[in-house]
């Protein structure tokens, strides 16, 4: 009698541990949730032109860049996807487009990066050029008029790493023009390395453009 008791007991028991095993497999693996980053615009860490565009730097070890020359022949480079052109020097490299558009002679660098904006104001140019990386500011931002609209421009140097053989490094002056319509805003970095005479080439360049 005891005997036959005890079976359905030990039965009830293996039933019930199986039944906890299975429940315990059963449970589906905890998951996280993807996580996703908006791209970052052109040239920047931040939603805006401007905002995060970094300081130009020379290449130490870049063949030296002279001065544009006067007779110096100027193309027209229209920019249908961000929305503008401007005049750049026959010869020079172009590197990216869209949004973000360099170009480059040795060191002679002009830098045009375009995203949306409303018109900043004096004290936030001189705050966003004051927190460049490397970059010496020289004076406060003057607002300027270019092709009949306002603008400001800011001047700043940065300094290269040094050339891996000589140790020398290249002084980059660069001249910054903020230029804004309709909720776009154009940040535009015309670099010379210290001593070269780009004054008359970079002003022809800057006075050229032109929304779209």
Same mark, same amino acid.
């Given at each position: 009698?005891? $005997?036959?008791?005890?079976?359905?007991?030990?039965?009830?028991?293996?039933?019930?541990?199986?039944?906890?095993?299975?429940? $315990?497999?059963?449970?589906?693996?905890?998951?996280?949730?993807?996580?996703?980053?908006?791209?970052?615009?052109?040239?920047?860490?931040?939603?805006?032109?401007?905002?995060?565009?970094?300081?130009?730097?020379?290449?130490?070890?870049?063949?030296?860049?002279? !001065?544009?020359?006067?007779?110096?022949?100027?193309? %027209?480079?229209?920019? &249908?996807?961000?929305?503008?052109?401007?005049?750049?020097?026959?010869?020079? &490299?172009?590197?990216?487009?869209? !949004?973000?558009?360099?170009? $480059? !002679?040795?060191?002679?660098?002009?830098?045009? %990066?375009?995203?949306?904006?409303?018109?900043?104001?004096?004290?936030?140019?001189?705050?966003?050029?004051?927190?460049?990386?490397? &970059?010496?500011?020289?004076?406060?931002?003057?607002?300027?008029?270019?092709?009949?609209?306002?603008?400001?421009?800011?001047?700043?140097?940065?300094?290269?790493?040094?050339?891996?053989? =000589?140790?020398? $490094?290249?002084?980059?002056? %660069?001249?910054?023009?903020?230029?804004?319509?309709?909720?776009?805003?154009?940040?535009? !970095?015309?670099? =010379?390395?210290?001593?070269?005479?780009?004054?008359?080439?970079?002003?022809?360049?800057?006075?050229?453009?032109?929304?779209?």
């Amino acid at each position: 009698m005891t $005997r036959l008791l005890l079976v359905p007991v030990a039965l009830f028991i293996v039933v019930a541990s199986g039944c906890g095993g299975s429940g $315990r497999q059963a449970a589906p693996p905890t998951t996280s949730a993807p996580v996703t980053t908006s791209a970052l615009p052109a040239g920047g860490t931040s939603t805006s032109a401007g905002s995060g565009t970094g300081a130009l730097q020379a290449e130490a070890n870049a063949a030296a860049a002279g !001065d544009i020359p006067d007779n110096q022949v100027f193309l %027209v480079f229209r920019n &249908a996807s961000a929305g503008y052109s401007m005049k750049y020097p026959e010869g020079w &490299a172009q590197q990216g487009a869209g !949004d973000r558009v360099v170009f $480059r !002679d040795k060191n002679n660098i002009a830098r045009i %990066v375009v995203g949306q904006g409303t018109a900043p104001t004096k004290a936030a140019v001189q705050a966003e050029v004051s927190s460049l990386s490397g &970059a010496q500011v020289q004076g406060a931002p003057q607002p300027i008029t270019l092709a009949g609209a306002p603008a400001f421009k800011v001047v700043y140097s940065t300094v290269s790493a040094p050339n891996a053989v =000589t140790g020398k $490094r290249v002084k980059l002056v %660069v001249d910054r023009y903020y230029l804004w319509r309709a909720g776009r805003r154009a940040v535009v !970095d015309l670099g =010379t390395p210290e001593g070269v005479d780009n004054v008359d080439a970079y002003r022809l360049m800057i006075e050229s453009f032109r929304w779209r």
